[in-house]
């Protein structure tokens, strides 16, 4: 297969996932009278229901999707660390309680900006705190316990700041955080998360040189002319700003960072700065399938989206911790 | 909770020594202020033992060993079933009367209030039009309910009791468009903090699919518990039936 003819099967998949995503819901749908009605503007029920309902759901998923495949793609270039991940390593859970604060404490009702923008500083910090504790270089066991012991932390911080809310709603709704979820979104929340995670798209495309020159080792990329501090600074921005945008609306849907790399790797020749694009379209056609999936599974109440993708992410933590072991020679099996 | 209304509405003056703490929130409670006045217990029994209480009301639903607790601690319980209907809200109203000794006093109140709801009511019509509950997180509230019972007197069908959707079951934003309800019927906020279970009824889809006029705001402590407030709650519901949909 030639080089644009996989880009285009990349964007047919995302296409056709979003009209499925647009297609599946609990109210059944006269589709002639429904596209009519939105295509004249026409008011109606079931225009309602597409445009106020199934579309922002449907645009949620791949903007959010997106948001984390290429925030995993540009975390596992940049540390050369095929485990890196935006929900494993804490990051999310630092977004989410960015977004729990800004939130409960009520500020949000005064301007709804004020969400999006906290979640990006709590997953700034989040960043921060991960590149500064593990440090350049760091080993896998290092860097997975640093950022288990981040996750840990932002979860249990987001727990308790949702019990001090006066609300009796509130401290349920950690389900919502610390698991994700895309269910009853608006359009307002598509205009809340879009601006952010293109803001952050911006930095994180802009270093795809640079991540594919550190690839080759930090001398290597200083006789380029590429200073590795630099585009670590700014994929760590770049990283912050998508995922607190996606994390803001959606609560921390883990695992889709991790899988879609992987996912496109091979079809791009292993180099990071193509890999953090595919895997926008990959996170965005896994997070759109999961959402479907959790629509049609027969459970009482709808699953948790992040619920799904951790189903499917965390054997595959484990698939890739075991070929990592194996590559290493670094233990063995004990039955 | 329930019975903590009935026992402020007509207990004597000192006659009560403890509520339980939600009899004391104002948003669920239409006697909160009377509430607060007195100390506040949850479902603990060493708290309920440290008011030395002569008799306790208790909800026939409490674990079984709280009942035998008391009783061996030499204190005289009355288990009650919360009330389900307007009708068993005023046979329980007697009931809570009667174990407070002011049995006089309930019948009284009872009496009366089946008097204003029957000129609240009126006769009843012909065109019964559709209104749906819809609470936070996306509840709705199903026959065998208060509420229920509340809408059915004052002249509307329940979506979610014709459906048969249980008394407390989720109901989904795309099937509630749907519908297409001559009435929406939100909760007031429970705190005047915020969550996103609360965020959902201001979601953009109902703004625009109900307007001002087609929604009615109805604070859960007017019909959830039984009491005098029903009347307001029902005051409301046929005012709002005159409204929208009582023209044939």
Do not use: K
């Not at chain 2, 009511?121 to 065998?144: D, I, K, M, S, Y």
């Amino acid at each position: 297969m030639s080089g644009a003819g996989r880009w285009w099967w990349l964007m047919l998949v995302v296409a056709a996932l979003l009209a499925l995503s647009i297609v599946v819901g609990p109210a059944g749908l006269s589709w002639r009278a429904a596209i009519a009605d939105v295509l004249t503007g026409h008011d109606s029920v079931p225009a309602l229901v597409v445009l106020e309902i199934r579309l922002p759901r449907a645009l949620l998923g791949a903007v959010v999707g997106a948001a984390l495949g290429m925030a995993g793609a540009a975390m596992q270039g940049l540390l050369r660390n095929p485990l890196a991940e935006p929900g494993v390593l804490g990051v999310s859970a630092c977004a989410a309680l960015g977004a729990v604060i800004a939130f409960y404490s009520g500020l949000v009702q005064l301007l709804p900006a004020v969400l999006p923008v906290a979640a990006m500083l709590g997953a700034l910090l989040g960043t921060v705190a991960l590149f500064v504790w593990a440090g350049r270089g760091a080993t896998v066991t290092t860097l997975l316990l640093v950022g288990v012991a981040i996750n840990a932390l932002a979860g249990a911080a987001t727990a308790f700041g949702l019990a001090l809310s006066p609300n009796p709603y509130a401290f349920y709704e950690v389900m919502f955080w610390l698991m994700g979820s895309l269910a009853d979104r608006s359009l307002d929340h598509v205009a809340l998360a879009l601006p952010c995670v293109v803001l952050g798209a911006i930095p994180l495309l802009a270093m795809r040189r640079g991540l594919d020159a550190l690839s080759l080792g930090e001398e290597t990329a200083l006789a380029l002319g590429i200073v590795p501090s630099r585009v670590a600074r700014w994929v760590g921005l770049g990283t912050a700003l998508a995922v607190g945008g996606a994390v803001a609306v959606s609560g921390v849907i883990g695992f889709v960072g991790l899988m879609a790399p992987h996912a496109v790797r091979p079809f791009v020749g292993y180099r990071p700065g193509a890999t953090m694009l595919a895997s926008a379209g990959a996170g965005a056609a896994l997070t759109l399938a999961a959402d479907v999936a959790v629509r049609l599974l027969p459970t009482g109440r709808e699953l948790q989206l992040g619920v799904m993708t951790a189903l499917l992410g965390a054997p595959f933590l484990g698939w890739l911790a075991l070929r990592h072991r194996a590559g290493r020679a670094g233990g063995a099996a004990w039955l | 909770m329930c019975f903590d209304q009935l026992a402020l509405t007509l207990a004597a003056p000192g006659q009560l020594v403890g509520v339980s703490d939600v009899a004391r929130d104002p948003l669920l409670s239409p006697r909160w202020r009377e509430a607060r006045a007195l100390p506040a217990v949850r479902m603990r029994i060493e708290e309920i033992l440290g008011l030395r209480p002569d008799l306790v009301l208790l909800d026939a639903q409490a674990p079984a060993h709280v009942a035998a607790l008391l009783r061996r601690a030499g204190v005289a319980v009355v288990a009650l079933r919360e009330a389900a209907t307007f009708a068993e809200g005023l046979a329980r109203l007697r009931d809570v009367a009667q174990a407070l000794g002011r049995g006089d006093a309930g019948r009284t109140l009872a009496d009366d209030l089946e008097r204003q709801r029957a000129a609240i009511v009126g006769e009843p019509t012909a065109r019964r039009p559709l209104a749906a509950v819809w609470q936070a997180n996306g509840f709705t509230v199903g026959a065998g309910t208060m509420p229920d019972d509340l809408l059915r007197l004052a002249g509307w069908r329940n979506l979610a009791a014709e459906r048969g959707m249980g008394a407390f079951a989720p109901l989904p934003l795309e099937t509630l468009l749907r519908a297409a309800p001559d009435l929406l019927i939100l909760d007031g906020a429970s705190s005047e903090r915020p969550s996103l279970a609360e965020a959902l009824l201001a979601h953009r889809a109902l703004r625009r699919e109900f307007p001002g006029g087609r929604t009615l705001v109805l604070p859960p402590g007017q019909w959830l518990c039984a009491g005098p407030q029903n009347l307001d709650a029902l005051r409301q519901l046929v005012a709002a039936r005159r409204r929208i949909g009582g023209v044939p």
